[in-house]
Antibody
Framework: QVQLVESGGGVVQPGRSLRLSCAASGFTFSVYALHWVRQAPGKGLEWLALISYDGSTKSYADSVKGRFTISRDNSNNTLYLQMNSLRDDDTALYFC?????????WGQGTLVTVSS | DIQMTQSPSTLSAFVGDSVTITCRASQSISRWLAWYQQKPGKAPKFLIYQASSLNSGVPSRFSGSGSGTEFTLTISSLQPDDFATYYCHQYNTYPWTFGQGTKVEIK
């Protein structure tokens, strides 16, 4: 079935880096734009980044611009989020999502905790 | 950035009630608005796109309306499975933004 599965979350110290992955299955990965969205504990949804179907277009929220990088590997059906210079307020559940009439398919999320 | 404001923040209702959630955009987004349902610890579920189009498989008791800056999500005849938090989302302009959420609780 159509599925997105995130991985790579964990506990990391402030200032360090982490790379999240999102493995896709059940659909033609290379024709869809993809997004990252996060949710801090007890808070609402925050859009973070977009990458076009071919990787040529990227866009970021101001809160992560210059620190996070979105990328994709269409040969391996995988989306990535490289997160550098992590801060306490980056602690959140990170979701990847497919763009089709807005965000139609979401992964289950991977938890990132930034703490010393 | 376009700000999305939902009201109310919390809504208490009985099973069988009809409820309406409002979402206002700080500037016009035409009809580029989606609604999602989220339960604790789960990913959001895509309900409605382009303000009023129901995603496949979503029960017909859910409906959306509006354009420009004011939008509504209505759930007619609330069912036990509908108690959750609902988010509106504008995808007219980057950065995409979400409302703060409306929690629908059992009365």
């Amino acid at each position: 079935q159509v599925q997105l599965v995130e991985s790579g979350g964990g506990v990391v110290q402030p200032g360090r880096s982490l790379r999240l992955s999102c493995a896709a299955s059940g659909f033609t990965f290379s024709v869809y734009a993809l997004h990252w969205v996060r949710q801090a504990p007890g808070k609402g949804l925050e859009w973070l980044a977009l990458i076009s179907y071919d990787g040529s277009t990227k866009s970021y929220a101001d809160s992560v611009k210059g620190r996070f990088t979105i990328s994709r590997d269409n040969s391996n059906n995988t989306l990535y989020l490289q997160m550098n210079s992590l801060r306490d307020d980056d602690t959140a559940l990170y979701f990847c999502a497919r763009e089709h009439y807005a965000l139609d398919i979401w992964g289950q999320g991977t938890l990132v905790t930034v703490s010393s | 950035d376009i700000q999305m404001t939902q009201s109310p923040s919390t809504l208490s209702a009985f099973v069988g009630d009809s409820v309406t959630i409002t979402c206002r955009a700080s500037q016009s987004i035409s009809r580029w608005l989606a609604w999602y349902q989220q339960k604790p610890g789960k990913a959001p579920k895509f309900l409605i796109y382009q303000a009023s189009s129901l995603n496949s498989g979503v029960p017909s008791r859910f409906s959306g309306s509006g354009s420009g800056t004011e939008f509504t999500l209505t759930i007619s005849s609330l069912q036990p499975d509908d108690f959750a938090t609902y988010y509106c989302h504008q995808y007219n302009t980057y950065p995409w933004t979400f409302g703060q959420g409306t929690k629908v609780e059992i009365k």
